[in-house]
C-alpha cells in the first residue's frame, strides 16, 4: 500500500518570498507523483508530475518539484508567490499498474500568500 | 466547454433521504472515478470504472451504488443519508492507454450537506 505525508496542514508566506511545500511518500513499489492544486470551491488542477528521468521537474504557475529517492520526497516549491497561489496543494502518488489505477493523496497543504 | 461537469453543485438534504450526484466527462477518457473530500479536506477513493465496469470500491458502504450508463458518465445513488455523508464527492476521468502517468481530470465537486 503507499502512503503519503504532507508535513504542514497550513503555510502562510508573504507575497513575493519563496515557499516549499513538503511531502514524503512511502510505496513497496516505485510510484508516479504528482501535485494538485485546489482553489477556493474548485476542483483539482494537476501542477505537475514525476515518473523518472531528472529528478527536478517544473509545472505550471511558475511551481516546481524536486524528487530525492533517498529521502523518499518531493517538495515543492515557488521562488516567489503571488496573491493568486492562496489555495490548498495535494501531494498524491499513483502505482504504475496500469491506467486505471486510483490517486492516493496526502491531507493537503494550504497556503496563504499575506499582502 | 466543461471537460469534466458534476451536477448538482450543492445538495441539501435529510437523514434517511435518497440522492444522486451526476458527472459526465466529455474528453474521450475510458476510466472515471468518485472521490470523496472530508471536512478535513483528505481525499480518497471511493469506486473506478473502465469501460463501465466497475474497477475499485474501496470499502464504501452498500448504500452507496455507482452507475456507468456509458463510458462518459459515472453516476453515484446514496441511499439513506447519514450525516457522515457530508463531504465534497469529485468525480476524475483520465485515459487508460499509456498507463498511470496520464492526468487525471477532476470535475467542480459537488458539496453535499446531509440535516
Known amino acids: 500500500a503507499q502512503s503519503v505525508t504532507q508535513l504542514d496542514s497550513q503555510v502562510p508566506v508573504f507575497e513575493e518570498a519563496p515557499v516549499e511545500l513538503r511531502c514524503n511518500y512511502s510505496s513497496s513499489v516505485s510510484v508516479y507523483l504528482f501535485w494538485y492544486v485546489q482553489y477556493p470551491n474548485q476542483g483539482l488542477q494537476l501542477l505537475l508530475k514525476y515518473l523518472s528521468g531528472s529528478t527536478l521537474v517544473k509545472g505550471i504557475n511558475g511551481f516546481e518539484a524536486e524528487f530525492n529517492k533517498s529521502q523518499t520526497s518531493f517538495h515543492l516549491r515557488k521562488p516567489s508567490v503571488h496573491i493568486s497561489d492562496t489555495a490548498e496543494y495535494f501531494c498524491?502518488?499513483?502505482?504504475?499498474?496500469?491506467?486505471?489505477?486510483?490517486?492516493?493523496f496526502g491531507k493537503g497543504t494550504r497556503l496563504s500568500v499575506i499582502a | 466547454d466543461t471537460a469534466v461537469s458534476q451536477t448538482p453543485k450543492y445538495l441539501v438534504t435529510q437523514m434517511g433521504n435518497d440522492k444522486s450526484i451526476k458527472c459526465e466527462q466529455n474528453l474521450g477518457h475510458d476510466t472515471m472515478y468518485w472521490y470523496k473530500q472530508d471536512s478535513k479536506k483528505f481525499l480518497k477513493i471511493m469506486f473506478s470504472y473502465n469501460n463501465k465496469e466497475l474497477i475499485i470500491n474501496e470499502t464504501v458502504p452498500n448504500r452507496f451504488s455507482p452507475k456507468s450508463p456509458d463510458k462518459a458518465h459515472l453516476n453515484l445513488h446514496i441511499n439513506s443519508l447519514e450525516l457522515g455523508d457530508s463531504a465534497v464527492y469529485f468525480c476524475a476521468s483520465s485515459r487508460t492507454s499509456g498507463g498511470a502517468y496520464n492526468e487525471q481530470f477532476f470535475g467542480p465537486g459537488t458539496r453535499l450537506t446531509v440535516l
Open positions: 498524491a502518488v499513483r502505482t504504475p499498474l496500469g491506467g486505471n489505477t486510483p490517486l492516493v
